[in-house]
């Protein structure tokens, strides 16, 4: 079984630019959740999505947003980037609530 | 909102036993997870907890006690590669809220 994929693996913006990222959840997987990490504040919370409806959110402004598409990929939208967002970005999808399986990653950064 | 505290860092030698531990403060719960992460690469799964009590798998066993507020990770006969940080994680309404992560340095 394919893991979790994320594309692309690494992004060099500038600011005030827009990223989108975009995520595969393993097959079967109808939730996709979105993380932050960075080494100043950890892992952090972004979105989570389950069949294309948004069930929760983090404290991130409204720069960042998500969806999800019918066959369960996601993508996640950063608009006017800022220096601050240069972070790795984790998506994680799972069958239930008891287990999420991380993809690798995409590495931001901006200049 | 939650709460979650974990050591910074721990040493320990190859071959050795060390316990990790997590407190935290929490409105909501739905379980708690250990997750290791190696640097440079993405979190894997290594446990859940949502009742009291031990789960074993391998050299790799979690306690919790939802009362106390409070889990441990216990690694057994440690290996080099078992150098990572490991986090601890509450998942509430479909949230999963990380601590800081314990960096576990294993020593020969």
């Known amino acids: 079984k394919a893991g979790v994929t994320q594309t692309p693996r690494y992004l060099i913006k500038t600011r005030g630019q827009q990223v989108t990222l975009s995520c595969s959840p393993i097959?079967?997987?109808?939730?996709v959740s979105w993380y932050q990490q960075t080494p100043g504040q950890g892992l952090q919370f972004l979105f989570e999505y389950f069949s294309e409806t948004q069930r929760n959110k983090g404290n991130f402004p409204g720069r960042f947003s998500g969806r999800q598409f019918s066959n369960s990929r996601s993508e996640m939208n950063v608009s006017t980037l800022e220096l601050g967002d240069s972070a790795l970005y984790l998506c994680?999808?799972?069958?239930?609530?008891?287990?999420?399986?991380f993809g690798p990653g995409t590495r931001l950064t901006v200049l | 909102g939650q709460n979650i505290d974990q050591p910074t860092e721990m040493t320990a030698t190859e071959g050795a036993i060390v316990q990790i531990n997590c407190t935290y403060q929490t409105s909501g719960f739905n379980g708690l997870f250990w997750y290791q992460q190696h640097a440079g690469e993405a979190p894997t799964f290594l446990s859940y907890n949502v009742l009291d009590g031990l789960e074993e798998k391998g050299r790799f066993s979690s306690f919790l006690s939802r009362s106390k507020g409070y889990s441990y990770l216990l690694l057994k006969e440690l290996q080099m590669k078992d150098s990572a940080s490991y986090l601890c994680?509450?998942?509430?309404?479909?949230?999963?809220?990380f601590g800081a992560g314990t960096t576990v340095t294993v020593r020969a």
């Open positions: 994680a999808s799972s069958f239930t609530h008891n287990e999420q399986f």
């Open positions: 994680a509450l998942v509430d309404d479909y949230k999963l809220s």
């Open positions: 097959s079967g997987h109808r939730s």
